[in-house]
């Protein structure tokens, strides 16, 4: 049973938010609470599984007792806000601060799908774990990353890195943004994210280091040192036009309730540049990304897993290696050496099994 606080100073929000749990056998809402001076009364007094918080109250900004919180006695938050709608930089400065999600208040449109969205990010949450985020440096301080090493030439030169990502995975991203080598090839990211944060969420990857970052608009060629992320409803597939790798965007229906989604992503590129690609599945709940990953694999690309100790949630990273796509898990502060080693051939492919 995962245990649940609800932080809101709206009274009709907080009775919303308790109805739309009340119909999950695995959710039990313990309590709700108008403010954060209330809300760490209760932390400390019933210790709840997850917390959902909204960020515009009185006194105590949501934000900041978010900061606080994570300091000093951390558990999983969902942030539930109207300021999430309009302010995606707030959104992600709670992703950041350490929220596992972050989800907009429904408008009345929106409120009959809302509690299936509220249960699954409680759910997400309560199998969430509170990680310090990375502090071991990969470079020495003050060098910017990629100017230690130099690529070597491949027999099949990696043409396209991949990653995919869902909850806990925003600040995998940012981390791996931050480490992975200036020589790296064109980056192609999908962040299980809003439509409304991928934009704001690619500008912040953008300031991190000396990869360049967009959100992609369709039609991009795929090149080295830069990275663009899925748009938030879209999904993005690579595709070739003669010797130029092209990202494109389309329309369909969602695969594993996500669009974008990261199995498309793979398929595309295990079936357009086979053996000239880096797959990566970091945290996130469910299961997208596995079987493209293994398309991958069975191609001949390298695939990576996110391990479960550096994993915000082990449901995607798990359900890779499962399957084949992966023959482990890769601790998150180890992968920009290990894709460093593959881009100067000191690294083999390991085949899949075939039994």
């Known amino acids: 049973m995962i245990r649940t606080l609800i932080v809101d100073d709206s009274r009709s929000a907080r009775m919303f938010f308790s109805r739309a749990l009340s119909d ?12 954060a001076t209330v809300a760490e009364r209760m932390v400390a007094a019933q210790r709840p599984d997850v917390m959902t918080l909204d960020l515009e109250m009185p006194g ?26 309009s302010g995606s930089d707030i959104a992600l400065r709670a992703l950041e601060l350490g929220a596992v999600e972050v989800l907009c208040k429904p408008s009345a449109s929106q409120a009959q799908s809302f509690p299936a969205l509220l249960a699954a990010a409680v759910r997400a949450a309560g ?26 030439p491949l027999a099949e030169p990696v043409r396209v890195v991949a990653i995919g990502a869902s909850t806990g995975g925003t600040e995998a991203i940012r981390f791996l ?14 962040q299980h994210l809003p439509p409304i944060y991928t934009a704001s969420f690619a500008k912040r990857l953008d300031t991190i280091g000396p990869i360049r970052v967009r959100e992609a608009q369709g039609g991009e060629e795929i090149l080295p040192g830069q990275a663009l992320v ?25 695969e594993h309730f996500q669009r974008p989604s990261i199995d498309i992503l793979f398929r595309s590129i295990a079936r357009c540049c086979p053996r000239q690609a880096i797959g990566m599945v970091l945290s996130g709940m469910g299961s997208d990304g596995a079987a493209g990953l293994l398309e991958m694999r069975q191609s001949g690309s390298y695939t990576i897993a996110q391990d479960e100790a550096t994993s915000v949630v082990f449901g995607m990273p798990r359900a890779a290696i ?16 290990t894709v460093t080693a593959i881009l100067q051939g000191r690294v083999s492919r390991v085949e899949p099994s075939s039994t």
Not at 127 to 152: E, N, S, W
Not at 322 to 337: D, H, K, S, Y
């Open 322 to 337: 499962a399957c084949g796509a992966a023959e482990r898990g890769t601790g998150l502060e180890r992968i920009p050496t």
């Open 60 to 85: 105590l900004d949501g934000l900041t007792f978010l900061e606080q919180l994570m300091a000093s006695d951390p558990l999983p938050v969902v942030v539930v806000s109207s300021l999430t709608r």
């Open 230 to 254: 899925a748009p938030g409803g879209k999904h993005v597939i690579a595709t070739q036009d003669g010797p130029r790798l092209i990202l494109g965007i389309h329309n369909g229906p969602p």
């Open 127 to 152: 199998h969430a774990r509170i990680l310090a985020k990375p502090t071991i440096p990969l470079f020495p301080p003050g060098t910017p990353p990629g100017r230690m090493m130099t690529p070597l």
């Open 177 to 190: 943004i931050g480490q992975l080598p200036r020589f790296c090839p064109g980056i192609v990211i999908v």
């Open 24 to 35: 999950c056998s695995d959710v039990e809402v313990i309590g709700t609470a108008p403010d």
